[in-house]
């Protein structure tokens, strides 16, 4: 195989040839070749004829104009190939993807371009006379699933004013529309856990034109959205999600200082599947710019809970997003005790999952009390004990008020007995190094943390205790 400077002559000597081909041949040999490159995943070859079919701006497809799949292969002179496990249309070599990107003049404009094809597509009267609710594109519009997943991001990626006019005529009437529901669907197969569900809609889907444009995040396409009509802004969708928050679940700052500058949105409206506010998502995933804007806003409630008591701040600390822990931190209307409905504060999740930093900044303040338990009497040392976060349970043990010997109501065991029984060395080492760490404390069932780890065969943990025993019996001169 050629290298280096080799290859890459080799590339441009063939793209040469490409461009010099006589007829269409040329011009589709280009357009494949921008396709294959910069399209969002792998195309299959029914899906790539019938983007190259489209004529931009057209009202419906003319199937003469789709190429056959023989003459867009022979178009491009070897440079593409057809997998034929997943039948995709695929460049021959990795080194023929950088060579492409590396030239940005070899392709004028190619997202706008694909932004473009997409959007006439879904805009073409065929399509747009499919039922709203079908739940997979039919095989006679291969391309349909595409246009209606990637359009916007390749629309953010090269806007033009003829795809901004494009999008408008979809977005207009987008909730009675196929691709809203191919959409939404292909986000319910990427979302994050908790977050807002779609399981298909059966009737009316209420995700408007603008739900759609906050959803995807394109600023543009937003504020000429807004222009359209007189929108409720405060109306929820099928998920239960307004535009507000939509754009705060997914981090896109512009959008939400768009919405912010109305006077009839409700920055605290909470959605109505798990009663979480814009604030309350884009601190659960850790979008400390929104955070940033949305508390700047008159009239944000930094504390208010969902349907589960978990706070923004709870989230956050949940979740590890230690810059936003701080930015709430900041507010003096702030709770940083405030426990969810099941007894668990901000400190006690971050200890739990092991996020140091969270638990660094928690414990900074002197109104986080770091002894408080669950109903079970776990506390934040208790869970980073047996959670083996080592690190946590050093800063925990740092504050002089925290009770190291503090039992589960359950079993009567405290975090020594806990780490001893499972045989977390470490953790057990960095416990004893507190004098006031019980050695003795029984449990329920009269066991001491070293009966537990010698019933368990922790013979490392046996020793550590041991020693630790006769350590204490000389120091006290016994």
Same mark, same amino acid.
């Given at each position: ?16 040839? *490409? ?5 269409? /041949? %040329? ?59 997943? %039948?995709? *249309? ?5 080194? =023929? ?32 006379? =499919?039922?709203?609710? +079908? ?22 990626? @090269?806007?033009? &004013?003829?795809? /901004?006019? =494009?999008? +408008?005529?979809? =977005? ?18 990427? !979302? ?16 408007? @034109? ?49 919405? $912010? ?27 400390? @710019? ?5 508390? &700047? ?22 979740? @590890? ?9 900041? !507010? ?20 739990? /999952? ?23 009497? $776990? ?14 349970? !050093? ?30 060395? %470490? ?6 190094? !507190?004098?006031? *760490? ?41």
């Amino acid at each position: 195989m050629l290298e280096g400077n080799g290859l890459s002559d080799a590339y441009t000597a063939t793209l040469t040839r *490409v461009k010099g081909q006589k007829g269409n /041949k %040329s011009v589709l040999g280009v357009k494949v070749l921008m396709w294959v490159s910069y399209s969002e995943r792998p195309l299959r070859a029914q899906e790539l004829c019938h983007a190259l079919g489209v004529e931009i701006g057209s009202s419906d497809l003319d199937l003469e104009n789709i190429p056959a799949l023989r003459t867009l292969i022979v178009s491009c002179l070897g440079l593409v190939t057809i997998e034929e496990s997943s %039948s995709t *249309v695929r460049l021959v070599h990795f080194t =023929l993807q950088e060579h492409l990107l590396s030239n940005p003049t070899l392709f004028h404009n190619p997202h706008s371009t694909i932004s473009e094809i997409c959007l006439t597509y879904l805009n073409y009267g065929s399509v747009c006379d =499919l039922s709203p609710i +079908l739940y997979s594109a039919p095989l006679t519009m291969p391309l349909l699933e595409y246009a209606s997943y990637y359009w916007g991001k390749h629309a953010r990626m @090269g806007m033009t &004013e003829n795809s /901004k006019t =494009l999008a +408008l005529r979809l =977005l207009d009437r987008f909730d009675e529309y196929i691709s809203a529901q191919l959409l939404l669907s292909r986000y319910e197969n990427e !979302r994050f856990p908790f977050n807002p569900y779609f399981n298909g809609a059966e009737g009316l889907m209420r995700f408007t @034109g603008l739900h759609g444009a906050s959803f995807l995040g394109i600023v543009e396409i937003v504020a000429s959205v807004l222009e359209m009509k007189e929108w409720d802004l405060n109306q929820s969708d099928c998920m239960g999600c307004t535009a507000l928050a939509w754009a705060a679940i997914r981090g896109y700052e512009g959008v939400v200082k768009i919405l $912010l500058e109305r006077e009839d949105i409700n920055p605290n409206q909470a959605d109505t599947g798990y009663g979480r506010t814009p604030l309350s998502w884009a601190a659960k995933n850790g979008h400390e @710019g929104v955070v940033r804007i949305l508390l &700047e806003r008159e009239g944000i409630n930094p504390d208010q809970a969902d349907n589960y008591g978990q706070t923004p701040l709870l989230w956050a600390a949940k979740e @590890g997003h230690e810059g936003v822990v701080c930015m709430l931190l900041e !507010r003096e209307d702030i709770n940083p005790d405030q426990a969810d409905t099941f007894d668990r504060t901000p400190l006690l999740w971050a200890a739990e /999952k092991g996020h140091e930093g969270v638990v660094r900044i928690l414990l900074e303040r002197e109104d986080v009390n770091p002894n408080q338990a669950d109903p079970r009497g $776990l506390t934040p040392l208790w869970w980073a004990a047996l959670s083996k976060h080592e690190g946590t349970v !050093r800063m925990l043990l740092e504050r002089e008020d925290i009770n190291p010997n503090q039992a589960d109501t359950g079993y009567g065991r405290t975090p020594l007995s806990w780490a001893a029984g499972h045989g977390h060395v %470490s953790v057990v080492k960095i416990l004893l190094e !507190r004098q006031d *760490v019980s050695t003795t404390a029984l449990d329920h069932e009269g066991q001491t943390p070293l009966s537990l780890a010698l019933s368990r065969g922790y013979d490392e943990v046996v020793k550590i205790l041991r020693d630790s025993s006769n350590s204490r019996t000389t120091h006290l001169g016994v």
